[in-house]
């Protein structure tokens, strides 16, 4: 965490280029509509997209090519809440017994934002020609992602789960459902955690290959 930067978009996109190519370039993450009026009707597709945020993820696992990781900046915060969370994954295998640990070791699922914004009660609504107009919503296939990662650098595993992944090969849809609920609640737990209460100014720059992270809830009549 790097507080008191107050980033330009111009000088955030530089910074993040410094670990790679960019998937997008700094974009809000905002109640605050392109009109400028803040959006807090729960109806709203930026509201939903918002909210489904709320749930443990890594971020882009139902993309092509899952983002190494990400940089995060604060230029309006609300009074209180909207706290980010992170848990750590390596930990979250560590962690797990000896027999979860043989279980889950060739395991794999599909992840899509289709699957997570749904089961939440967040899909957008559809355009004339049935289909979304927002990021992540794309019509490729699904990608097939191990429940155990190696990190290209260290080689060490971590869990790759998150409110993304669902349908586990082998598995009823219903038991691979559960299991990886389960193994969602256990891994972001205790001292694997870290909720960082935003300052105007702050920077934050993690790995996303071996974190996962999440919003929390604020009051979205403030932007």
């Not at 330009?8 to 370039?25: S, V």
């Not at 509201?47 to 890594?58: A, I, Q, T, Y």
Request: hydrophobic share 35%; net charge negative.
């Amino acid at each position: 965490m790097l507080p008191g930067q107050f980033l330009t978009q111009d000088e955030q996109n530089a910074f993040a280029q410094r670990f790679g190519d960019l998937e997008f370039a700094a974009t809000p993450i905002s109640n605050i509509a392109p009109d400028g009026k803040v959006r807090s009707n729960p109806d709203s597709d930026l509201v939903k997209s918002l909210r489904g945020n709320d749930g443990w993820h890594h971020d882009s696992t139902y993309m092509p090519v899952q983002a190494k990781g990400a940089v995060f900046s604060a230029e309006i915060i609300p009074s209180e809440g909207a706290a980010t969370g992170w848990a750590d994954m390596r930990e979250a295998y560590d962690d797990l017994d000896d027999a979860t640990r043989e279980r889950i070791a060739d395991l794999r699922a599909y992840h899509s934002l289709y699957y997570s914004q749904g089961r939440s009660g967040y899909l957008p609504r559809t355009r004339d020609d049935g289909s979304y107009g927002m990021y992540g919503y794309h019509d490729l296939d699904s990608p097939l992602r191990p429940l155990v990662n190696y990190h290209p650098v260290t080689g060490r595993p971590n869990l790759l789960i998150g409110r993304h992944a669902h349908d586990i090969i082998g598995m009823d849809p219903a038991e691979s459902e559960a299991f990886l609920d389960e193994l969602n609640e256990n891994a972001c737990q205790g001292n694997r955690v870290y909720y960082h209460e935003w300052t105007v100014g702050d920077t934050v720059v993690w790995d996303n290959r071996c974190l996962m992270h999440r919003a929390t809830p604020f009051d979205m009549t403030e932007p």
